[in-house]
């Protein structure tokens, strides 16, 4: 279990991180989203003790990461993936790391394997594509068989193929009672691996909850409806309190009324109806909507607005 309470780290004048508390607990894969310098990075940081808070505290299972004897059977980290000497092989790198905890030579190539590079293992790290350096950083936070996971942007430069393998890595990981905390951009991505979220912006918390919940929490409820009397049933809606848009091709969609109601006023006014069809919202679309004021790196046109004291 990971825990942060109270988290606080500020570089001069800019509060990266501000009295920060969450809970990341095992057996399901809990995801980190924000928007860019949202304090993401460095609260993994702060996890790990390369950077040390101005205040508050963070622990894994009740102890400071540096306090571990052999950190890497405990937790695995992947925060940079290309921080490796460029002029050793993947094999020789991860035996090194290796050789720091009694970890022996059947474990690196084990992991080799795991993660698609044992046909490139005698090779220079320095050589290797993005992707390739991804999946050596995810060896090395494997190498210890940790039960704890702290990935950062794990599937940066993988092709479909490697993200849908560390998707179902991470599942079955957390499925085997680990922790397993990462973060990405990727919200489709998120959408369908993570079972949690902690969602920071600013380097405040913006919620603590399932994904299932932060989508419902952040989507407006509207109905896509089909009909051929799409003036009078936009009419009927609208004398009933709902918003109603429609498209060129016809299509309607309205916002505060349930599909249920809608059936029941276009029946009472003999309206016919093709299609009502409830809208699922995004994890996208919910991220969006949250994190909005949160906004530090707007585009031009976005002016972001400023939240608080966190800058």
């Known amino acids: ?121 005698r090779k220079r790290a320095g050589g290797f594509s993005l992707g390739m350096g991804q999946r050596l950083g995810l060896a090395a936070a494997l190498l210890g068989d940790p039960a704890v996971l702290i990935l950062d942007e794990p599937v940066n430069g993988l092709d479909p193929e490697g993200i849908v393998w560390i998707r179902t890595l991470m599942k079955d990981l957390a499925a085997e009672g680990r922790t397993v905390f990462v973060s990405s951009h990727l919200m489709n991505e998120m959408a369908v691996t993570a079972e949690h979220l902690i969602v920071i912006g600013r380097g405040r918390l913006i919620a603590d909850c399932s994904t299932e919940e932060f989508i419902e929490r952040g989507r407006k409820q509207t109905v896509l409806v089909r009909t051929p009397d799409a003036e009078r049933l936009t009419k009927a809606l609208a004398r009933e309190g709902a918003t109603v848009t429609r498209d060129a091709d016809g299509e309607l969609s309205v916002a505060d009324m349930d599909a249920a109601r809608i059936g029941e006023i276009a029946a009472a006014g003999g309206l016919v109806l093709h299609e009502v069809v409830q809208q699922r919202g995004s994890l996208e679309e919910a991220f969006m909507q949250l994190t909005r004021e949160s906004v530090e790196y707007g585009a031009a046109g976005a002016e972001p607005k400023s939240q608080g004291g966190a800058e």
Do not use: W
Not at 18 to 39: H, I, M, Q, R
Not at 87 to 101: F, I, K, P, V
């Open 1 to 121: 279990m990971i825990e942060a309470v109270n988290l606080t780290k500020r570089y001069g004048d800019k509060t990266a991180v501000a009295d920060l508390s969450f809970t990341v607990e095992p057996g399901k894969v809990t995801g980190f989203l924000g928007p860019n310098g949202a304090g993401k990075s460095t609260t993994m940081r702060l996890l790990l003790g390369l950077d040390r808070p101005h205040g508050g505290d963070a622990t894994i299972d009740g102890r400071h990461y540096r306090d571990l004897p052999q950190p890497l059977r405990k937790v695995g980290a992947l925060l940079e993936a290309k921080a490796v000497h460029s002029g050793r092989s993947a094999y020789n790198h991860l035996l090194c790391l290796a050789q720091t905890q009694g970890i022996g030579k059947k474990r690196v190539e084990e992991v080799l394997r795991l993660v698609g590079l044992h046909d490139v293992a």
